[in-house]
Nanobody
Framework: QVQLVESGGGLVQAGGSLRLSCAASGRTFSSYAMGWFRQAPGKEREFVAGIRRSGGRTYYADSVRGRFTISRDNAKNTVYLQMNSLTPEDTAVYSC??????????????????WGQGTQVTVSS
């Protein structure tokens, strides 16, 4: 069982940056692949970024590639999402997710077993 708690959301102007954090409980964090997803008002939840258990492989949605960076610190049981050059289209609730890593690429909601409550990111124009 893994519990995930996000933080770092807030209000930022277009062009600005935010760093989200997701703290995980438990001693097996380093065995999990992690992902960030977001859900904008009136839209379905969508994949944003993912990272393998060791942090050696990362992958991104086309809409954020080059602007967002996912990373993790297994010693701190934490995964991060650095978001730069934010636009109003990035406004959403951002959630982190975890699943056991079997050395694949995980981008679909159903592939993840554990979810955080989410943190709101609002980008003003």
């Amino acid at each position: 069982q893994v519990q995930l708690v996000e933080s770092g959301g807030g209000l930022v102007q277009a062009g600005g940056s935010l760093r989200l954090s997701c703290a995980a409980s438990g001693r097996t964090f380093s065995s999990y692949a992690m992902g960030w997803f977001r859900q904008a008002p009136g839209k379905e939840r969508e994949f944003v970024a993912g990272i393998r258990r060791s942090g050696g492989r990362t992958y991104y949605a086309d809409s954020v590639r080059g602007r967002f960076t996912i990373s993790r610190d297994n010693a701190k049981n934490t995964v991060y999402l650095q978001m730069n050059s934010l636009t109003p289209e990035d406004t959403a609730v951002y959630s982190c997710a975890a699943r056991s890593d079997y050395y694949s690429v995980y981008e679909r909601l159903y592939e993840f077993d554990y979810w955080g409550q989410g943190t709101q990111v609002t980008v003003s124009s």
